[in-house]
């Protein structure tokens, strides 16, 4: 795997002060799965009567411990629960060898913390079709239930990466019934970035009391404006997992509340940015505006188009205001436009309107805005009342190089 050594320009100054969820406990360890003396393993356990949802990559070559959890999500929540996850190994691609790896660390765990295997959840990421070392997670299983701690969710952020540059978490609180409901959510991402009702890895964390089948349609909800809207490289992950855990222990029922599901879409939306500004390589954060279509849906396929068009997006990383490739990406995405309603802006500066440039257009103005970190770009079809934003990066020399050599 790849050696990462410079933080990504587009990290946060530090990881947020998040606070501590009520109900739900953390350890990591170094288990050597792939390199040594690196933490490389996460568990989360969670209190009895835990609402645990997920949503998970559509891949069809999806991993034995995306299945496995796929099975379990929306069974029996009276129990404890736990949450394992390694990196370094995405044990996809690994066969009946790889669905005996989930069943012995599943095992394993159960019986080191007491929870039912049916409410164990694993997560892996890392290289793919590689058999899963997990007798070293295993091994490890009585150090990690020894070190379970409340307030060990930065840990558990970091034990997660792979190429990411930085450790990613996100918070929210709101009141409910005079009492505060916390939020907080780690992920894990950088590249292999375009979710298909999933994301990379990310879990996370509430309070609230809510019953699972009303957690799971806000969650489906809620991923399908954040992290289904964003985009690194246009591939789709074997591996992506979110799942979200509310452990009921402010004794605020959540159910059907609008500030709260406002808040979790704010935490969302937080950690998928963090996961563009990952980016591998990256240099520029892109918001991707489009309005005026046919339909919302075709402004999305519209903004994904773009989003992620190599020549677009190296056009970014050059400073380039290259406009026309743009125009490209929205006339082969398929959904419905016409040259002659188009109009196309970065930032504040009009490029093209009706199908032609903007006679107000000064290339020169465009050049300087385009050296900024943080960039907009947006585009009106003129053909109706449809949206969508969605979220990019650029695409550098560094994203080879970290993607050349991954496994050496």
Not at 241 to 256: I, M, N, Q, R
Not at 262 to 275: F, G, I, K, T, W
Not at 303 to 321: C, H, Q, R, Y
């Amino acid at each position: 795997m790849a050696k990462i050594t410079k933080v990504s320009p587009l990290a946060p100054a530090a990881f947020p002060d998040l606070p501590v969820i009520d109900g739900v406990r953390f350890a990591t360890v170094a288990a050597g799965v792939r390199y040594q003396g690196r933490t490389d393993v996460m568990l989360a356990v969670l209190d009895p009567g835990t609402a645990v949802a997920g949503v998970f990559t559509r891949s069809a070559t999806r991993a034995a411990p995306v299945l496995d959890c796929q099975d379990k999500i929306g069974g029996p929540s009276d129990g404890p629960a736990a949450i394992l996850v390694n990196s370094g190994n995405a044990n996809a691609f690994t066969g009946q060898y790889g669905q005996a790896s989930v069943e012995q660390i599943t095992a394993a765990v159960a019986q080191a913390t007491g929870v039912a295997e049916n409410r164990v959840f694993t997560s892996s990421t890392g290289v793919i079709g590689e058999p899963l070392p997990h007798d070293r997670i295993v091994a490890r299983l009585d150090e990690l239930t020894a070190g379970l701690r409340a307030d060990a969710l930065e840990q558990a952020a970091r034990a997660i990466m792979t190429t990411d540059t930085f450790p990613k978490g996100a918070s929210a609180q709101v009141e409910i019934d005079e009492k505060t409901v916390s939020i907080a959510g780690i992920a894990k991402g950088s590249g292999m970035i375009a979710p298909d009702m999933a994301t990379m890895l990310v879990y996370i964390f509430t309070d609230a009391k809510i019953d699972q089948s009303a957690l799971q349609r806000m969650l489906a909800e809620q991923t399908d404006r954040t992290f289904n809207c964003i985009t690194v490289d246009s591939d789709t992950s074997t591996s992506d997992s979110l799942l979200l855990c509310a452990t009921g222990a402010s004794g605020a029922d959540a159910t059907g509340n609008a500030d709260f599901a406002r808040a979790l879409e704010s935490v969302m939306l937080d950690l998928a940015h963090q996961v563009v500004k990952d980016g591998e390589g990256a240099t520029k954060f892109v918001e991707i505006r489009v309005t005026g279509a046919a339909s919302d849906a075709d402004a999305k396929v519209h903004g994904m188009a773009i989003a992620n068009s190599p020549l677009v997006k190296t056009a970014i990383a050059g400073e380039d205001p290259n406009w026309g490739r743009v125009v490209m990406a929205i006339g082969k995405s398929g959904a419905a436009a016409d040259r002659d309603t188009l109009s196309i802006s970065f930032g504040d500066i009009l490029v093209a309107e009706k199908g032609w440039v903007s006679p107000t257009y000064r290339e020169e103005d465009a050049a300087a805005y385009m050296k900024g970190q943080e960039l907009v770009v947006a585009v009106d079809l003129g053909l109706g009342e449809g949206k969508a934003t969605v979220w990019t990066c650029d695409l550098t020399h560094g994203y080879i190089e970290i993607n050349a050599d991954y496994r050496s």
